[in-house]
């Protein structure tokens, strides 16, 4: 069936056991996590009409996240996941705003593909979330920087908001409907390609 379940966990390798059981499952799309900071007890503020985090959850950035992603007015980015060669379109635009973002004095971030695109992810010292319009325009300034090839990527510009989600690493993007695996547009496993060594 559709639809999201959140839960909170204090215990990571309680944690780690129920993604890895949710993963090998088959029966979600994707899993997804908040990378920023949450405040203390927000676990304790979970309801029926507030399941997931919100932005008032949120205690401080500790990331700023650049998802290279396909174009948005590409049809199949809702419903399928990438081909191999969409992929590799996208890591060559994610390589081009490493090297942008390195010439503006951005050290080097971790590397990660999410299984449908590539995550560009900074280490950002605790910035209380008045930061928001500060971490949005960059986001839009590397999407106005590479507007030329537009039509081949899109830069999400929402994650900036402090409660948006990212892949959770190692486990399964499944857009594509079960049974297409192996064809032009096979489901894929997200995982973190590189970290610097100082983070």
């Known amino acids: 069936g559709s639809g999201i379940a959140s839960k909170y966990y204090t215990d990571h390798g309680h944690m780690a056991r129920v993604?890895?059981?949710a993963n090998s499952s088959e029966k979600y799309e994707a899993l997804w996590v908040t990378l920023q900071r949450l405040k203390p007890?927000?676990?304790?503020?979970?309801?029926?009409?507030?399941?997931t985090t919100g932005n008032d959850d949120i205690e401080a950035y500790e990331w700023l996240v650049i998802d290279i992603d396909r174009p948005k007015g590409?049809?199949?980015?809702?419903s399928w996941n990438a081909t191999d060669e969409?992929?590799?379109?996208?890591?060559?635009?994610?390589?081009?705003?490493?090297?942008?973002?390195?010439?503006?004095?951005?050290?080097?971030?971790?590397?990660?593909c999410s299984g449908n695109g590539y995550h560009l992810i900074y280490k950002l010292d605790s910035l209380p979330i008045s930061?928001?319009?500060t971490l949005h325009d960059v986001?839009?300034?590397?999407?106005?920087?590479?507007?030329?090839?537009?039509?081949?990527?899109?830069?999400?510009?929402?994650?900036?908001?402090?409660?948006?989600?990212i892949k959770m690493y190692g486990t399964m993007s499944r857009k594509?409907?079960?049974?297409?695996?192996?064809?032009?547009?096979?489901?894929?496993?997200?995982?973190?390609?590189?970290?610097?060594?100082?983070?």
């Open 41 to 51: 007890g927000t676990e304790t503020t979970r309801t029926d009409e507030k399941p």
């Open 86 to 112: 969409e992929l590799e379109t996208l890591r060559a635009a994610a390589v081009k705003v490493i090297d942008w973002l390195a010439e503006q004095g951005f050290p080097e971030p971790v590397f990660a």
């Open 19 to 21: 993604i890895e059981k």
């Open 139 to 165: 986001l839009k300034a590397v999407a106005h920087q590479l507007r030329g090839e537009s039509a081949t990527f899109d830069v999400d510009t929402s994650l900036a908001d402090p409660c948006q989600i």
């Open 74 to 78: 590409d049809p199949h980015k809702k």
């Open 131 to 133: 930061y928001f319009e």
């Open 176 to 199: 594509s409907p079960k049974g297409s695996s192996n064809g032009s547009r096979p489901w894929r496993e997200s995982y973190i390609e590189h970290v610097p060594r100082n983070i």
